[in-house]
């Protein structure tokens, strides 16, 4: 059980990380497919971002999340670390064009 609360933990890192990405930068999600169709990307873009951080936080909260030194806030980083990562990787192919 206790791996599957890590695993959350991660996935609640990469929500965070996708969430204030489509919050504070519309430069890197304006491309997104369903951003760009929207009739208005910018306000899609930012209610993304919301629903993500609040997934991210419903994580947290049935997990029952102690902010701390411990190995539950190490799994949010990695979480976090890994998406920003994958990310940069993939719009680095993204800008090459």
């Known amino acids: 059980m ?14 965070f ?24 990307p910018y306000l899609a873009s ?6 993500q951080f609040v997934v991210g936080t419903l994580i947290l909260v049935l997990c029952k999340y102690q902010l701390g030194r411990n190995i539950q806030t190490l799994m949010i980083s990695i979480g976090f670390i ?7 990787l993939l719009a680095g192919k993204h800008f090459k064009k």
């Open 46 to 51: 930012k209610i993304w971002g919301v629903i």
């Open 2 to 15: 206790e791996i599957l609360k890590d695993i959350l933990f991660v996935f609640a890192g990469v929500f």
């Open 17 to 40: 990380h996708m969430s204030f990405l489509h919050l504070f930068s519309f430069y890197e999600t304006q491309y997104h497919p369903i951003i760009a169709k929207s009739k208005n």
């Open 82 to 88: 890994f998406w920003a990562l994958f990310m940069g």
